[in-house]
């Protein structure tokens, strides 16, 4: 069974920053990109980054690009997701998912694209 855990998230200032861990049991994360989204109310689940199974590459949506980052530990089996220099248009609640396709060369994007999610954690940057 897998499952995927997120932590951290929570409430922060504008330009402060905050770390998402997202940590997978029962599936491999050096065997499967992770991604991230991000659900603002009234809005659709956008893409904001992905850490590919390699650990040799990142991709990130422009609007958070320079200001997020991503990594993994893989003694823990856990990816992280930093964010610094927050904005009030960050607000959401944020989702890590892997996809479902395993040691894939190929970029995912779409929500679709991922099977398995995490319970998502939600922040919000005050203006």
């Known amino acids: 069974q897998v499952q995927l855990a997120q932590s951290g998230g929570g409430l922060v200032q504008v330009g402060e920053s905050l770390r998402l861990s997202c940590a997978s049991s029962?599936?491999?994360?050096?065997?499967?990109?992770v991604g991230w989204f991000r659900q603002a109310p009234g809005k659709e689940r956008e893409f904001v980054g992905a850490?590919?199974?390699?650990?040799?590459?990142?991709l990130y949506a422009a609007s958070v690009e320079g200001r997020f980052t991503l990594s993994r530990d893989d003694a823990k089996n856990t990816v992280y997701l930093q964010m610094n220099s927050l904005k009030p248009d960050d607000t959401a609640i944020y989702y890590c998912?892997?996809?479902?396709?395993?040691?894939?060369?190929?970029?995912?994007?779409?929500?679709?694209?991922?099977?398995?999610w995490g319970q998502g954690t939600q922040v919000t940057v005050s203006p």
């Open positions: 029962g599936r491999r994360l050096d065997y499967y990109t």
């Open positions: 998912a892997t996809t479902r396709t395993p040691r894939t060369s190929s970029w995912y994007r779409g929500v679709g694209d991922y099977d398995y």
């Open positions: 850490f590919s199974w390699s650990g040799m590459a990142t």
